[in-house]
């Protein structure tokens, strides 16, 4: 019998990648107007959310690692914006106009960010059958925000940040405290997310159901991770896990 259910944060519950989206478009508009038409702010938005995602590449990993774990995540992205900016030619930016950069892309992102529609629904439905968990990857600076704008903790019954844990998903350790919190065994639980590597590989290495929001993604088979479930949206969340539940 099914007691939990287990679910990622973004683009599972909440449609961060077209928050991501409206914050870029404001950034890439503000700083083309700001520093003129040879600015190119879409490559500048995109590189910055490239950044932030920790989509690195090795000399920014050697860079940007030390900066996070010596320093702070503020610290790490006024310094990527700083780094973007002098590749444009925009130098001598200061810390503070850097760091007012920042702070309008979170405050724009904060304020598109949101539910899918009929999730909150699903949510108090679901909470009559089962022990909701939220296991979210990410640092703190940013997912704590995210949690707080959607007020998730009046929805669900445990929250789990990756970024205040020893590991993040895939990890096994993870997963388990979301069972211990749950009080249930694995094969009484369902994990639904977005992320092949994360999200379903982790469900599989801790014995639980998987459930994957495939959205536009392709099935990368090199990867070796076939999903127990695929939905195309999660929209289809609600009607899969009634199902699974009645068998």
Not at 52 to 76: C, K, L, N, T
Not at 156 to 182: N, T, Y
Request: with cysteine; proline share 4%.
């Amino acid at each position: 019998m099914l007691k939990a259910l287990f679910l990622d944060l973004d683009d599972t519950l909440c449609d961060t990648s077209s928050a991501n989206e409206q914050a870029m478009q404001l950034m890439a508009g503000g700083l083309q107007a700001h520093y003129g038409i040879d600015f190119d702010g879409q490559a500048f938005s995109r590189a910055y959310v490239q950044c932030i995602y920790r989509h690195w590449s090795d000399s920014q990993r050697a860079v940007y690692m030390p900066v996070v774990e010596q320093q702070s995540e503020g610290a790490f992205r006024v310094q990527v914006i700083r780094d973007l900016l002098a590749e444009q030619g925009v130098e001598s930016v200061s810390e503070v106009e850097a760091q007012s950069v920042q702070h309008k892309f979170d405050r724009d992102r904060l304020q598109a960010f949101g539910f899918y529609a009929g999730i909150t629904g699903f949510l108090a439905e679901a909470r009559n059958f089962f022990t909701l968990v939220v296991i979210t990857n990410g640092p703190e600076y940013s997912q704590i925000p995210k949690v707080e704008a959607v007020n998730l903790l009046a929805h669900v019954d445990h929250i789990i940040i990756g970024g205040q844990e020893p590991e993040q998903k895939p990890a096994r350790s993870i997963f388990e405290k979301a069972l211990k919190l749950a009080g249930c065994e694995a094969h009484e639980a369902i994990h639904v997310g977005d992320s092949l590597a994360a999200d379903i590989a982790g469900a599989h290495n801790s014995g639980i159901t998987s459930v994957w929001i495939q959205h536009q993604q392709p099935l990368d088979s090199e990867l070796g991770i076939d999903p127990h479930h695929t939905i195309l949206h999660p929209c289809e969340i609600p009607a899969l896990i009634r199902e699974l539940y009645r068998d």
